[in-house]
């Protein structure tokens, strides 16, 4: 009986668990749709807390202690990335899920964007690939590449995991595709909407900020507002953290509807990227 105890204790998921950790929320959750039992993922960035103004803190150093792979997004989003790396144990990597990701929407590509769209906070490109589901099925094959290199025994569960993920996220894409949002025209409060936009067929009139952190000044707001009036904007895409009162106001000037949407980070109401693609559905085709 001990022996068979001690057989099951070395066959149970916990015990073959590999410790990774993601930068934010919504990476995680990837990891997880992929790595399922056999992975233990640590968000560094915690469930509702915005990315963009993250810092790390005495309990991040615990949380990467004994990380084999730290997945980022890279392109500039996590500005507290080079502190992780320091924080990591030897040998650990880092993989940047973004980078190298082929077409990219970078700033020298669009000289004549609108208020907002310019100078984006995290550098020359845009980097909220994974609210174009393609691009997060792109990172969900390089996050199984990543775990069954270190995990070789665990290679067909990640395939696997990944083949029923794939399932559903083309499930969703196929919905957004059916919602016919081609050509629609919107407001952003960050620009944040880039690649979701090129996806679907929207097109972004202009953000209030470049990164959602700060309101914008009255300048902006005047030359944004403008411009939203001569192209007919009627529907405004705010973020649960970044719901200020100049969106709320060009709203009411342009009598235009706010359309919460999920981008950076999930929480207790919407806990997984598949609920997040659910939820934007939802808000996005009522």
């Known amino acids: 009986m001990l022996r068979l105890a001690l057989l099951l204790l070395l066959l149970s998921p916990a015990w073959a668990q590999v410790q990774v950790a993601a930068t934010t ?40 202690a004994r990380s084999r792979l730290l997945f980022a997004n890279g392109l500039g989003l996590e500005a507290f990335l080079p502190k992780l790396q320091r924080l990591l144990p030897q040998g650990a990597r880092v993989v940047k899920l973004a980078e190298g990701q082929p077409g990219l929407i970078c700033q020298e ?21 994974w609210l174009d589901p393609t691009y997060a099925l ?13 995990d070789p025994q665990g290679k067909a569960i990640y395939q696997a995991n990944l083949k029923r993920f794939r399932a559903e996220v083309e499930k969703r894409d196929k919905a957004f595709q059916a919602c016919n949002l081609k050509g629609l025209k919107v407001v952003t409060q960050h620009d944040a909407f880039a690649y979701f936009a090129r996806r679907y067929g929207l097109r972004v009139v202009g953000s209030l900020t470049a990164s959602g952190v700060q309101e914008a000044g009255s300048r902006t707001f005047l030359t944004l507002l403008e411009r939203a009036r001569r192209e007919g904007v009627k529907l405004l895409l705010a973020e649960p953290q970044f719901q200020g009162t ?23 109401k919407v806990p997984t990227y598949l609920a997040l693609l ?5 808000a996005l085709c009522p």
């Open 138 to 150: 792109r990172y969900a094959e390089r996050i199984t590449q990543e775990l069954a290199q270190v």
């Open 278 to 282: 659910d939820h934007n559905l939802k």
């Open 25 to 64: 929320p919504i990476l995680a959750d990837l990891v997880s749709q992929v790595g399922g039992n056999r992975v233990k993922v640590e968000s560094v960035v915690p469930p509702g807390a915005d990315p963009h103004t993250f810092e790390p803190t005495p309990n991040t150093a615990k949380n990467l």
């Open 246 to 268: 100049a969106l709320k106001a060009l709203a009411e000037a342009l009598g235009a509807r706010i359309a919460v949407l999920y981008t950076d980070t999930l929480d207790q």
């Open 109 to 129: 590509e669009h000289p004549e964007e609108g208020p907002g769209e310019r100078e984006h906070a995290h550098g020359p490109c845009n980097p909220h690939l």
